[in-house]
């Protein structure tokens, strides 16, 4: 790579600036352009138009490889500028677009570890269909701030929930485009709060262990930095700190001098996972993405029905947005419990608690009860209320999380395991086996029983914890790497809870 001049000098401006000088340092050439599309070279036969009688002639034609369907498309946005290098050559560089071969050289890579073939579309937002079964994943990447407006934002906000899948990746780990992606985020999805992805979500295990990172310059540090908001289970927006996109294109961070990125190894396995993520995790965001009816408090009243009251936290509450109606539409079809098919939030400490007997709780990773809420949920469980607790794709951070809530939730008990023989495994169905999902089987292939833990109070269980993921069964969607139950054993479990709750 040519040695660049830093002198502002040194830039023809073909848009209008305007950014501040510091920031306008970051809009440097990264990378060289992407490679031209392969052609193929075939014979073919010439014939002219009938009715003419004439003699096939053979004729050599290119042909076009057929386009393997659309995974990304990656975004046009900003300014574009020539950038002449200390020999007084030039190039042109653009916001979007720094390290022009980093998605080709990246999804070349995918088809040839694992044999999946995909293309990527390159387009202003303007041309974006918004359709995630057409696109997965839209890129945004850059080192300058990148600004939308509200039509924008709202555009994309329907891709998102939708299923959809944004990635905003800051190429040079420029704190410009990081801040304005956060910004972004948080206008695209209020109500989800943006949150470091865990060392054990199954992003950083699709293809490759990430477990451990190299970052070349500026930064001393060993840990993958990926932030997220969550949508239901998904990973909906995905925001890079530091860059990746020059290590998809197998090289560093050229030019600039504060730059910080992942070495070319670490990058392209975050890469990797990140597209077998959101392909993976596509059906289950279609899925996750269907309409819910929701129950209002206002509507509740005395009654024997079994209401599904969840607990809304500020965490990731809302992990498999439609299991819950699954579940209850399964109870209602197949026991004589009364079920009302509505799915209520609460939030204990605000909210009135007395009207049910069940609330759930289940996330992803961190979140703590105020006093408030402590005292509500102590007063519940004193009224003969059952809590039942669910780790959302059985994650390690979530586990964390649970254990210590209940510590202060009831500082004098503990959990236990469940024994076979409790009246909860026999509640409806009979339990004695169960399957699990390939992730839990490859790590645990002893694991057949079902493991639940709890709390007695009183002599009765009020407390169950279900440390793998119970919920992912209730939909019936594949969750690649969740440590889960399958959904035959899981939903007969969760019906077998809901059915002790009301009777116990």
């Known amino acids: 790579m040519k040695r660049a001049a830093i002198l502002l000098a040194g830039w023809v401006v073909l848009g209008a600036?305007?950014?501040?000088a510091d920031e306008q340092?970051?809009?440097?050439?990264?990378?060289?352009?992407?490679?031209?599309?392969?052609?193929r070279i075939a014979g073919g036969e010439g014939v002219p138009p009938l009715p003419l009688p004439a003699?096939?002639?053979?004729?050599?034609?290119?042909?076009?490889?057929?386009?393997p369907p659309t995974l990304v498309a990656k975004i046009i946005w900003g300014e574009s500028a020539l950038f002449t290098y200390e020999d007084g050559n030039q190039t042109q560089v653009s916001d979007y677009n720094q390290c022009p071969a980093d998605l080709q050289q990246l999804l070349g890579k995918l088809q040839r570890r694992l044999d999946l073939s995909y293309s990527y579309d390159m387009l202003p937002l303007a041309e974006f269909s918004g359709d995630p079964d057409k696109t997965a994943l839209v890129l945004f990447n850059g080192s300058r701030t990148l600004k939308l407006d509200d039509k924008q934002v709202a555009d994309l906000r329907g891709y998102v929930l939708r299923g959809g899948t944004i990635l905003f990746d800051s190429i040079a780990g420029s704190p410009y485009f990081y801040a304005s992606a956060k910004q972004i985020a948080a206008r695209l999805l209020p109500e989800c709060k943006l949150r470091t992805i865990p060392a054990d979500h199954p992003l950083y295990h699709m293809v490759a262990d990430v477990e451990r990172v190299k970052y070349p310059r500026n930064l001393d540090a060993t840990e993958p930095c990926l932030e997220?908001?969550?949508v239901g289970s998904r990973a909906g927006i995905i925001i890079s700190k530091y860059g990746l996109g020059c290590a998809w294109d197998d090289h560093e961070v050229p030019i600039l001098k504060d730059a910080i990125y992942y070495d070319v190894d670490s990058g392209n396995k975050i890469g990797a996972n990140l597209l077998a993520y959101v392909i993976g995790y596509r059906n289950a965001g279609r899925e996750e993405a269907k309409p819910e009816f929701f129950g209002a408090l206002d509507e509740r009243h005395p009654t024997d029905e079994?209401?599904?009251?969840?607990?809304?936290h500020e965490g990731a509450w809302n992990v498999h947005p439609g299991a819950a109606a699954a579940l209850l539409g399964?109870?209602?079809?197949?026991s004589a419990l009364k079920v009302s098919l509505k799915r209520v939030t609460v939030q204990p400490g605000q909210d009135d608690l007395s009207g049910y007997g069940f609330l759930y709780l289940t996330g992803l990773d961190d979140f703590k009860f105020t006093e408030q809420a402590r005292?509500?949920?102590r007063a519940f469980l004193r009224s003969a209320g059952t809590i039942f607790i669910n780790n959302g794709l059985g994650l390690q951070s979530f586990d964390a999380v649970a254990r210590r809530e209940l510590r202060q939730l009831l500082p004098e008990a503990h959990l236990v395991k469940i024994p076979p023989t409790h009246p909860i495994y026999s509640a409806l169905h009979q339990i004695r086996a169960c399957g699990y999902t390939p992730a839990l089987q490859k790590e645990?292939?002893?694991?057949?029983?079902?493991v639940l833990e709890g709390i007695e109070i009183d002599g009765d269980l009020r407390v169950i914890y279900s440390p793998y993921d119970l919920e992912a069964a209730w939909l019936g969607a594949d969750y690649p790497l969740a440590r889960a139950y399958d959904p035959p054993s899981g939903t007969q479990l969760g019906m077998n809870i809901a059915m002790y709750a009301m009777t116990h």
């Open 25 to 39: 340092d970051w809009l440097k050439p990264l990378g060289p352009p992407p490679k031209a599309s392969p052609r």
């Open 17 to 20: 600036w305007s950014s501040w």
């Open 375 to 377: 005292a509500a949920l």
């Open 330 to 334: 399964q109870l209602r079809q197949h």
């Open 55 to 67: 003699t096939p002639l053979r004729r050599t034609e290119r042909k076009r490889e057929p386009k």
């Open 228 to 230: 997220a908001c969550y």
């Open 306 to 312: 079994f209401t599904f009251a969840q607990i809304q």
């Open 444 to 450: 645990q292939p002893e694991l057949k029983t079902p």
